[in-house]
């Protein structure tokens, strides 16, 4: 039942009742508990002359790993105690959570715990701590939405220190906007990013079995619904493609995949990548992204762990007015689309035979988001819009008649002069639902600040 884990200690003042202090520590656990969290540690630490609670509760916490820590405060507790705790797990990002009082009788009891908190928050701010400071109303349920947001981002960001991205290839078309500093994303951010050739994918299609690629190709052949009829060895390289890629990618570990796109497989291979990325998501449930946008790459793990959605990436076509054109020119997850998944066989320009994911998207309340840089100082820029269903378009180019592109129309919550001044590339990452609260959480305990 648990998706979070989570250290917790709660606090109350030796001279208070202690059973006062158990229950409101019980409350509170049980809440958590009901919204996915396994906690760990102790609870009813009071300042004792001797220390011994402070030691209980930095012995318990210690007893197993967690992402993040809670600090309840029950009522009014000396700092030095909370502080000699929290002190050695100054690395986890914090909760500080003042509960509130109750009316009995017409009366109202309170235990003081907001003098505890506000003789804590700004010390532990002067000290260095990474934390969230949240309180309780008397009389009133606890704040669990805001208190879940930053259970979801802390979470993530502990699940961005361990994250990998898989690229394959470099700097597609030399772009400028999809590089990034390999240093600073270590150190700010703690995701990894991992290089490898397109000659090491190439030479694992090889070992390919002939099988594998027929079951691969007969279940697109059954889930997705054809406009007209692919050519098989279009079917079969995708396949034998995808499969080579799903052996690096479980070899690796990686939560994102980008792959050099124009410049490499179809330039070298003769191959658009629709087709493979589709697979990877759908099959295989990772965040994709093309042309070794290593920046959208993060963004897509930041919002896949604050969210749990795939995190699909689109991009921009026309700013209007009032509102946004976005697309892709290939293939939108399954998770996003509004229908069966259609495709067209066709292509672009000059290029070969794709698999083209023409399906209709999702429409509703989104968040569309993107992580930037400049040194070692990170930025998010983010907005939330409604998404509605696009007019009839297409992208001068394909071979006629020009199918309709995965696409949405994006009335931004915003304007859009605003949004384009301050837009950090071509591609943007969307998720449905107004994400922003679990988003500003994040970027607050990395340090990335909010445009």
């Given at each position: 039942?648990?998706?979070?884990?989570?250290?917790?200690?709660?606090?109350?003042?030796?001279?208070?009742?202690?059973?006062?202090?158990?229950?409101?520590?019980e409350e509170a656990r049980k809440l958590l508990n009901e919204n996915g969290i396994e906690l760990v540690g102790a609870d009813a630490i009071t300042d004792d002359e001797k220390g011994e609670d402070a030691a209980r509760a930095i012995n318990a916490l210690k007893k197993e790993e967690f992402d993040f820590l809670i600090v309840c405060i029950t009522g009014w507790i000396p700092s030095h105690t909370v502080i000699r705790v929290i002190s050695e797990f100054k690395e986890k990002p914090m909760l500080l959570w003042g509960l509130g009082g109750k009316t009995s009788g017409g009366r109202l009891a309170t235990t003081a715990a907001q003098a505890?908190?506000?003789?804590?928050?700004?010390p532990m701010e002067d000290m260095g701590f990474n934390f969230k400071y949240v309180y309780d109303f008397p009389d009133s349920p606890s704040n669990i939405a805001e208190i879940m947001d930053f259970v979801k981002a802390a979470t993530a960001v502990a699940k961005l220190k361990r994250g990998k991205v898989g690229m394959m290839g470099y700097r597609d078309m030399r772009l400028y906007g999809t590089l990034y500093d390999g240093v600073s994303l270590r150190g700010k951010i703690g995701t990894e990013v991992e290089f490898f050739e397109m000659l090491e994918i190439v030479q694992r299609m090889e070992n390919i079995k002939k099988e594998d690629i027929d079951a691969v190709v007969n279940k697109v052949k059954a889930e997705w619904a054809f406009e007209k009829e692919a050519k098989a060895e279009t079917l079969e390289l995708g396949a034998k493609v995808y499969l080579a890629l799903k052996s690096k990618i479980e070899e690796c570990g990686y939560d994102c995949i980008s792959l050099i796109d124009v410049d490499g497989m179809k330039k070298l291979l003769k191959f658009p990548p629709s087709m493979v990325?589709?697979?990877?998501?759908?099959?295989?449930?990772?965040?994709?992204?093309p042309e070794n946008d290593t920046m959208g790459a993060v963004t897509q793990l930041v919002t896949k762990y604050a969210t749990g959605q795939i995190s699909a990436y689109f991009e921009f076509y026309e700013f209007m007015p009032d509102r946004l054109l976005v697309g892709v020119p290939d293939y939108?997850?399954?998770?996003?689309?509004?229908?069966?998944?259609?495709?067209?066989?066709?292509?672009?320009?000059?290029?070969?035979?794709?698999?083209?994911?023409?399906?209709?998207?999702?429409?509703?309340?989104?968040?569309?988001?993107?992580l930037g840089y400049k040194g070692d100082k990170y930025v998010m820029h983010m907005i939330t819009g409604e998404a509605v269903t696009p007019r009839s378009w297409e992208e001068?180019?394909?071979?006629?008649?020009?199918?309709?592109?995965?696409?949405?129309?994006?009335?931004?919550?915003?304007?859009?002069?605003?949004?384009?001044?301050?837009?950090?590339?071509?591609?943007?990452?969307?998720?449905?639902?107004?994400?922003?609260?679990?988003?500003?959480?994040?970027?607050?305990?990395?340090?990335?600040?909010?445009?």
């Open positions: 039942m648990y998706k979070y884990k989570a250290g917790f200690v709660g606090f109350g003042e030796v001279n208070t009742p202690i059973e006062v202090v158990k229950q409101k520590c505890g908190t506000t003789a804590l928050r700004k990325f589709m697979l990877m998501a759908n099959e295989m449930g990772k965040c994709t992204i939108v997850p399954m998770e996003v689309i509004d229908g069966p998944l259609k495709v067209c066989p066709t292509s672009f320009g000059l290029l070969s035979e794709g698999i083209l994911n023409v399906s209709k998207v999702k429409t509703g309340k989104v968040t569309l988001a993107r001068v180019g394909w071979t006629p008649p020009a199918p309709q592109l995965p696409s949405l129309e994006i009335i931004p919550d915003t304007s859009v002069k605003d949004f384009a001044q301050k837009v950090m590339g071509q591609h943007y990452i969307l998720t449905y639902g107004d994400n922003t609260g679990v988003l500003t959480d994040i970027c607050n305990l990395l340090g990335i600040e909010i445009i």
